[in-house]
C-alpha cells in the first residue's frame, strides 16, 4: 500500500468521526434549547384539571381551590338556601343565567350546577376581578338585613351576588360570577377544569 492510500483511509476515518462527534455535540447544545419551547411542569399542573374531594363538606361549608390562577369556590346548601334562590329573582340582574358564556350548559338553572346542593363558581367578580368574601349569614344588617339571603360581597366596589352567583340588580358588576367547566367523578370528587371525562 502506497503512503498516499493510507492517509485517504485516516482522512476519511477522522471526517467522518469529527462529523459524528459533531452531530452529538449540537444535539447536547440544542436541547436545551428546544426543550425551553415546551411549557413547564409549573406551567402544565397550573392550567391541568383539579380534583376535589368533597366527602366531609358540610352544608354552608366552602372550599377554595386554585385553577388557572383563579379561585374556585365549592360549597354545599342545604335546602333552605335552595328554597331562598327561588325568592330571590325580583332583586337579581340575570336571574334567569342568560349569558350563557358564564357558565356551561349543565348548569344555565336557577341554582346554577349540576347537583342543586354542591355549587362550584369562580370567585372573581365580574367588575374589576376583586375577591369576593363570602358571607352566608342570612339577615346581615351591613348586607340589607332580613333581605340578605347569605351570598358574595365584593369590599373592592360592593357589588353583592347570592348563593348561586347570581349578581344583585344595582351593583357594579355587569354579570353573575363565572361557573367554571366541571364533573363528578364519583359522589365524593369533583374535576374542576373539564366537562367530562372525555
Not at 19 to 25: D, F, I, R
Not at 35 to 40: A, K, N, V
Not at 103 to 131: D, F, W
Not at 132 to 137: D, F, G, I, Q
Request: hydrophobic share 40%; aromatic share 10%; net charge positive.
Amino acid at each position: 500500500m502506497s503512503e498516499q492510500s493510507i492517509d485517504l483511509r485516516k482522512r476519511r476515518f477522522l471526517t467522518q468521526t469529527t462529523t459524528v462527534v459533531g452531530a452529538v455535540g449540537v444535539g447536547f447544545v440544542a436541547w436545551p434549547f428546544l426543550s425551553t419551547w415546551s411549557p413547564s411542569a409549573k406551567a402544565k399542573a397550573a392550567g391541568a384539571p383539579v380534583d376535589v374531594d368533597i366527602s366531609k363538606l358540610e352544608p354552608g361549608q366552602l372550599v377554595r381551590v386554585l385553577w388557572r390562577k383563579k379561585p374556585v369556590w365549592i360549597f354545599k346548601r342545604d335546602e333552605q338556601i335552595l328554597n331562598d334562590l327561588k325568592t330571590l329573582d325580583a332583586e337579581l340582574a340575570d336571574p334567569n343565567n342568560e349569558t350563557a358564556s358564564q357558565q356551561p350548559a349543565y348548569a344555565q338553572n336557577p341554582h346554577r350546577s349540576i347537583k342543586p346542593e354542591i355549587a362550584v363558581i369562580v370567585g372573581i367578580c365580574t367588575h374589576l376581578g376583586c375577591s369576593p368574601t363570602y358571607r352566608p349569614e342570612v339577615g346581615a344588617a351591613d348586607l340589607g338585613g332580613d333581605s340578605w339571603k347569605g351570598g358574595f360581597y365584593c369590599p373592592c366596589h360592593g357589588s353583592k351576588f347570592d348563593l348561586a352567583g347570581r349578581v344583585f340588580a344595582g351593583a357594579p358588576a355587569p354579570t353573575n360570577l363565572q361557573v367554571p367547566p366541571y364533573y363528578f367523578v364519583n359522589d365524593s370528587t369533583i374535576r374542576v377544569g373539564l366537562d367530562s371525562q372525555a
